[in-house]
């Protein structure tokens, strides 16, 4: 008996100690944001909050972002990604560049991007019949429609990322600026700007061979054949053409006619 009491109150005691470990509350999100200044968000530049912004504002253009701010100081951009054909993505970069209190044209541009996640969700609309005797009666029929929704939004928190980008930005700052504080030029090829295309290869099309010219003998002079005289036209004479004869003079003495009336 007081074994199976034992074992009673121990079965117990466990199922108390898993409750209490259940019930326990989870440590909030919240309690990871440190706030410490880590240099992920935020690079300092030796020019003008303006001239910074301008710098931010063509490093997100190269990239194919789509700028939807005109303040000076202030840089907002989207760009959208086709994952799959039921799945979107679209980053939100949004730049603020403030004077630094250190020097005149010294600036600290604050850079953090927005990923929102989109879903391909379908919709069945059904349409609802109604019947003298029953009633409104819903039916499943009708369209169906797709829509993205979003699923997820969150905050992108590595610092590749955003180094590519302030790395990218110090490529469009003003030469003299880089020249100054000894900046060195990135290759754009690792910030993701893309090459020059190659020329098209040319067949190169071989300079024709100079044929040396054709001895030519000089002409020689010969007589020329006197021309050959033409025949002589002899007239030709006409038919002899048959004429009248001519009748000889009568020898007779003609008599005279008689005198009428006698």
Same mark, same amino acid.
Request: overall charge negative; charged content about 20%.
């Given at each position: 008996?007081?074994?199976?009491?034992?074992?009673?109150?121990?079965?117990?005691?466990?199922?108390?100690?898993?409750?209490?470990?259940?019930?326990?509350?989870?440590?909030?999100?919240?309690?990871?944001?440190?706030?410490?200044?880590?240099?992920?968000?935020?690079?300092?530049?030796?020019?003008?909050?303006?001239?910074?912004?301008?710098?931010?504002?063509?490093?997100?253009?190269?990239?194919?972002?789509?700028?939807?701010?005109?303040?000076?100081?202030?840089?907002?951009?989207?760009?959208?990604?086709?994952?799959?054909?039921?799945?979107?993505?679209?980053?939100?970069?949004?730049?603020?560049?403030?004077?630094?209190?250190?020097?005149?044209?010294?600036?600290?541009?604050?850079?953090?991007?927005?990923?929102?996640?989109?879903?391909?969700?379908?919709?069945?609309?059904?349409?609802?019949?109604?019947?003298?005797?029953?009633?409104?009666?819903?039916?499943?029929?009708?369209?169906?429609?797709?829509?993205?929704?979003?699923?997820?939004?969150?905050?992108?928190?590595?610092?590749?990322?955003?180094?590519?980008?302030?790395?990218?930005?110090?490529?469009?700052?003003?030469?003299?600026?880089?020249?100054?504080?000894?900046?060195?030029?990135?290759?754009?090829?690792?910030?993701? $700007? #893309?090459?020059?295309?190659? /020329? !098209? @290869? =040319?067949?190169?099309?071989? &300079? %024709?061979?100079? $044929? #040396?010219?054709?001895?030519? /003998? !000089? @002409? =020689?002079?010969?007589?020329? &054949? %006197?021309?050959?005289?033409?025949?002589?036209?002899?007239?030709?004479?006409?038919?002899?053409?048959?004429?009248?004869?001519?009748?000889?003079?009568?020898?007779?003495?003609?008599?005279?006619?008689?005198?009428?009336?006698?």
């Amino acid at each position: 008996m007081s074994t199976s009491f034992h074992l009673r109150g121990l079965a117990l005691a466990l199922v108390l100690a898993g409750a209490t470990g259940c019930s326990s509350p989870k440590t909030a999100i919240y309690e990871h944001e440190n706030f410490d200044d880590s240099g992920t968000f935020s690079r300092n530049y030796p020019v003008s909050d303006i001239a910074a912004c301008e710098a931010a504002r063509r490093a997100l253009l190269s990239q194919g972002y789509i700028i939807t701010s005109s303040d000076p100081k202030l840089v907002s951009g989207n760009k959208s990604f086709q994952q799959t054909g039921e799945t979107h993505l679209q980053i939100s970069f949004n730049v603020v560049c403030a004077e630094d209190g250190s020097g005149e044209h010294h600036a600290t541009m604050f850079a953090n991007a927005l990923q929102d996640r989109y879903a391909l969700k379908k919709v069945n609309n059904s349409a609802s019949l109604g019947v003298g005797v029953l009633g409104s009666v819903s039916m499943p029929i009708g369209s169906t429609d797709d829509s993205m929704v979003k699923v997820a939004s969150e905050t992108v928190t590595s610092p590749k990322f955003y180094d590519r980008y302030f790395s990218l930005v110090d490529v469009f700052l003003p030469q003299e600026v880089k020249a100054a504080e000894h900046i060195p030029e990135a290759p754009k090829a690792d910030l993701g $700007v #893309p090459e020059p295309k190659p /020329a !098209p @290869a =040319v067949d190169k099309v071989e &300079a %024709p061979k100079e $044929v #040396p010219p054709v001895p030519v /003998a !000089p @002409a =020689v002079s010969e007589p020329l &054949a %006197p021309p050959v005289e033409a025949m002589p036209i002899t007239p030709q004479t006409p038919a002899e053409v048959p004429t009248t004869p001519v009748l000889p003079a009568p020898t007779e003495v003609i008599p005279p006619l008689p005198a009428t009336g006698e």
